[in-house]
């Protein structure tokens, strides 16, 4: 092989990789909702938001396979617009933030169901109790922010039982499932 095909053949494998590289998304804040749900006594339903997170996706538009997802969701930050009631959850019968400042979601496996519709398998820990959880990401979209940056967004909702992560506490004045709904929308770094 002489020199130029070599050469060719180096640009070409090197273009694929490129082209093959995960682009890394952190969540706006701003446009973004950690939210939960749980039935008070059986009778209304309790919303909350968490407003305190970190979080990376790194995508990989040509093989959704090497994709990844973290989060990161600092408990301290619990609100249900009650200054009482989120003291109480701050505290040892549920989130316990002085021991366990933090609960996240760490994925091991990201598949492409459709154009906007991605499953994530990984590990959901709250507690210090690590669950592995599969998820699946809907309405997974693309664009331009109003600066111009790109931007990439979708949602999820799902259930867990808190008793399965040991938070006993009141478990029937206080419902078992609690319903979690992630909104994203993130920034590509440069």
Do not use: C, W
Not at 39 to 47: N, P
Not at 140 to 152: C, H, I, S, T
Not at 157 to 175: E, T, Y
């Amino acid at each position: 092989m002489n020199r130029f095909a070599s050469l060719a053949l180096v640009l070409s494998l090197s273009l694929i990789g490129a082209s093959a590289a995960p682009e890394t998304y952190t969540p706006d804040l701003a446009h973004s909702t950690v939210a939960f749900k749980v039935k008070h006594l059986g009778i209304s339903t309790v919303t909350g938001q968490f407003k305190d997170y970190t979080g990376k996706v790194l995508f990989n538009k040509e093989e959704p396979v090497k994709s990844s997802v973290e989060i990161v969701v600092k408990t301290t930050s619990v609100d249900t617009a009650n200054a009482k009631r989120d003291e109480h959850l701050r505290k040892t019968d549920f989130f316990d933030v002085a021991k366990y400042p933090t609960m996240s979601f760490k994925s091991t496996a990201v598949k492409k169901i459709d154009d906007t519709t991605y499953e994530v398998t990984g590990d959901f820990t709250l507690l210090a109790v690590t669950k592995p959880l599969t998820i699946q990401f809907t309405e997974v979209a693309f664009g331009k922010g109003m600066q111009g940056e790109d931007r990439a967004g979708g949602q999820t909702r799902f259930k867990i039982k808190r008793s399965d992560f040991g938070m006993n506490k009141m478990i029937g004045p206080v419902g078992d499932d609690i319903e979690i709904e992630l909104s994203f929308e993130a920034i590509k770094s440069a």
